[in-house]
């Protein structure tokens, strides 16, 4: 994308598309070590692989993957060279067969070029995951605040049910946000505009607050607080009743330390969410499943670590779990896949204790 200015009308389509297809690619590419899938045996075993994994997932069938990685490799000139792109890793195998999505370098590339398009057109840029995710995040995510400030746990939360005018605000307005890889931060104006008003939007990318900035102030959401923060290593001393991650574990989970990093993740949330507040975390990499054993996984790392005499008094962390699965999105577009019902994108949200 280097030098390419887009008109208005093509620029956000385009790269949203192109981002996806890197993402998509990149998750074949880790599915088969690298390697590319030849015959027709070996689509075979790799459709068998991406079959879906639980009743409401987020993977895609492999023949899917194929056609979009295939038609990646066609537009690949519109994008930098892998070699373009820096890291911290000297590995250049390892960098090879992992995504440039998981690389702050790819992010601060790409949102250059959304400033400059902004400045050029005043294009908003993309939205990840598109507009109708955005739209159901925004509204199922203000049902569950609403109902967990009623002194209700909801088993099942129904986004589409109209909450009476003017009753909204007493909620909301008390429920502090973060939006951890906040991108352009349309997430938090959808947000501002059903009555939150304590809003905070992080990026490490410095290019990606810029043009947050600047949107939120032609757009009269002037009062929405935007700051360069990387959640892995934050500054922020804060906590929050809601925090919102939409894409940003998927790109971390893409570094060539994807592994560690995303325990570095939870790490960090895990001191950002307040207690009794919410984390909704949206994937198009994970299923609602493995979102919940994620999280699992990451109370036991956490009981262990308090439950261990040679831990540092100032590490110390209580002995309960610190995130409990509290519900998720029941009503994205579903496909049907080897007797399977899934869907290409997960919205799972968890209590903090």
Known sequence: MAGIRLAPEESSDLIQHQHLQLLQQQQQQQLHGGREVG??????????????????????????RHADAAEALSSAANFR???????DKDDSDTEATMSMLGLQSYWDAAYADELANFREHGHTGEIWFGADVMDVVVSWTKSLCIE???????????ETKPEPVGQDDKYLSNWSVLD???????????????????????????????????????????????????????????QFQLVIDKGTLDAIGLHPD???????YWDS??????????????????????????????NLRWIEMAEDPNTPKDQKTSRDPPFQYLNHVRTYPTFVFGGSVGSRVATVAFLRS
């Not at 967990?148 to 129904?158: E, K, W």
């Not at 947000?191 to 990026?203: C, E, I, M, P, R």
């Open 39 to 64: 015959s027709d045996d070996e689509r075979s075993v790799a459709a068998d692989s991406w079959s879906i994994k639980s009743e409401y997932g987020s993977t895609l069938d492999d023949d899917q």
């Open 81 to 87: 060279a892998a070699s373009d792109y820096s890291s």
């Open 148 to 158: 967990i400030s009623q002194g209700h746990l909801p088993n099942h939360v129904d």
């Open 180 to 238: 951890i890889g906040t991108g352009n931060g349309l997430l938090l104006q959808e947000l501002a505009k059903q009555g939150y008003s304590d809003l905070t939007g992080t990026d490490y990318s410095e290019g990606a607050i810029d043009l947050a900035q600047s949107l939120a102030d032609r757009d009269g959401f002037s009062s929405i607080k935007f700051l360069v923060d990387d959640i892995l290593e934050t500054k922020l001393e804060r």
């Open 258 to 264: 994807g592994t560690v990093k995303r325990i570095m």
């Open 269 to 298: 949330v895990a001191k950002l969410v307040a207690s009794g507040g919410l984390l909704v975390i949206t994937s198009c990499n994970n299923t609602k499943d493995e979102l919940v054993q994620e999280a699992e996984n990451f």
